[in-house]
């Protein structure tokens, strides 16, 4: 089935670490996107890629980093300098377009220690 | 800038009666507007979405959203609500400017946490 897998489904880190959040798809989708979910504050953007090697930052990139090598690949990386990681993290891609909606992994709660 | 409004935190229904899930927008030209619903610890799945044409939708598990120009409104519908329709529901909207590579940024409402009551 083509969808996209978000793993580990919850992640605890300690203080002054960095951890990395994995996002894969196989639906041949060129747009990638990171989501930061808090309760009664809807999904915000953290990053997004529309093609593979670019990516541009979202309205909340601060203490966060991505990369873009594969098209099926666009890991998030939660650096030290995020001083409230705790939340609910979701992936998502589209195949390109305006009129096309984003499909979205089943997230991780990233909490700490 | 562009922005969507969920006026309602929270929504109940009974069992059966007819539903709706309201949202506003606010966008510098012809919106793409978006509905999705979330169940608890998962992600977001696609309901349906208005681009252009009918001001009335149809989409997944018998819901339908009206497109209101004049009021800047795309609420969610269904007339007759299950048990399981209990989610919380996401309305977004998609800027309508053109970016370089035609892919342009998601605006999230905050959500509409809806109970349906047996």
């Known amino acids: 089935d083509g969808g996209i897998t978000q793993s580990p489904k919850y992640l605890f880190r300690k203080e002054g670490q960095n951890v990395t959040l994995s996002c894969e798809q196989n639906l041949n989708h060129d747009a990638m996107y990171w989501y930061r979910q808090d309760p009664g504050q809807g999904l915000r953007l953290i990053y997004y890629s529309q093609i593979v090697n670019d990516f541009q930052k979202g309205d909340i990139a601060e203490g966060y980093s991505v990369s873009r090598e594969k098209k099926e690949s666009f890991p998030l990386t939660v650096t030290s300098a995020q001083k409230n990681p705790t939340a609910f993290y979701l992936c998502?891609?589209?195949?390109?377009?305006?009129?096309?909606?984003?499909?979205f992994g089943d997230g991780t709660r990233l909490s700490i220690l | 800038a562009q922005s969507v409004a969920q006026p309602e935190d929270q929504v109940n229904v009974a069992e059966g009666n007819p539903l709706t899930v309201k949202c506003t927008y606010s966008?510098?030209?012809?919106?793409?507007l978006f509905w999705y619903v979330q169940y608890p610890n998962r992600g977001l799945q696609f309901l349906l979405k208005?681009?252009?044409?009918?001001?009335l939708v149809k989409g997944s598990y018998g819901f339908e959203a009206e497109f209101n120009k004049s009021q800047t409104s795309f609420h969610l519908k269904k007339p007759s609500a299950l048990v399981s329709d209990s989610a919380l529901y996401f309305c977004a909207v998609r800027d309508p400017v053109i970016s370089n590579f035609g892919n342009e940024k998601l605006t999230f409402g905050t959500g509409t946490r809806l109970t349906i009551i047996p």
């Open positions: 208005y681009i252009t044409g009918d001001n």
């Open positions: 966008v510098s030209g012809n919106p793409y």
């Open positions: 998502a891609s589209s195949p390109g377009g305006r009129n096309q909606p984003q499909h």
